[in-house]
Structures are given as structure tokens and as C-alpha cells.
């Protein structure tokens, strides 16, 4: 079982930038992947970035070029940094952590962008 503690969520502008951490109590080389996902009201969660034990990444094609996810093994922590942001990134956000076959969650950060 893993526990996972987001942060880093709030207000910015279009433009701006953000970074979400996601604290996991477990050290990640017990997890297989880490990823960020998001949802929208109204719409079903999907993935944004995913990386693995590994350091392979995958994104989504609506945030290529503008998020970056990374990990930092010695603080058992997952980041993804958001820049060039735009309203339709307005999301709740949550760290997944695939233990394979178990997915455990975070308890979301909201990310609202807006002028």
C-alpha cells in the first residue's frame, strides 16, 4: 500500500506556470509508474503524464511541448511541471501510483487557470 500527498495547486494566469509535487510514502523503485491525471467538471479523468520506474515518459498530446513529468527517487517524490498554461488545463489533478495490478490515488490539487 502506498500513501500519496499532493501539492503545489492554485490560481495562475494563462501563461503562467505551476508545479505539482506528489509525496509518496513508499520509495518509488517499489512502484512501477507514476502519473498525473486530471478532471475536468463534467468530464471523465484522463491521463496527463505518466513515468516509469525506468525514466520512460509518456504525455498526452494536449500538454506535449508545455508539462513536464520528473521524480526525484531520494525524496520518493513525482513532479510535473506546467508552463505555458491555458484555461482548458483547469482541472483537479491527482498523482496515481501503479503498484501493478493495484492503482492507489492522491487526494487531488485543483488547478484553475484564468485572467
Known amino acids: 500500500q502506498v500513501h500519496l500527498v499532493e501539492s503545489g495547486g492554485g490560481l495562475v494566469q494563462p501563461g503562467g506556470s505551476l508545479r505539482l509535487s506528489c509525496a509518496a510514502s513508499?520509495?518509488?523503485?517499489?512502484?512501477?509508474?507514476m502519473g498525473w491525471y486530471r478532471q475536468a467538471p463534467g468530464k471523465q479523468r484522463e491521463l496527463v503524464a505518466v513515468?516509469?520506474?525506468?525514466?520512460?515518459?509518456n504525455y498526452a498530446d494536449s500538454v506535449k511541448g508545455r508539462f513536464t513529468i520528473s521524480r526525484d527517487n531520494a525524496k520518493n517524490t513525482a513532479y510535473l511541471q506546467m508552463n505555458s498554461l491555458k484555461p482548458e488545463d483547469t482541472a483537479v489533478y491527482y498523482c496515481?501510483?501503479?503498484?501493478?495490478?493495484?492503482?492507489?490515488w492522491g487526494q487531488g490539487t485543483q488547478v484553475t487557470v484564468s485572467s
Open positions: 513515468i516509469t520506474s525506468t525514466g520512460t515518459t
Open positions: 496515481n501510483a501503479n503498484l501493478k495490478p493495484v492503482d492507489y
Open positions: 513508499l520509495s518509488l523503485f517499489s512502484i512501477y509508474a
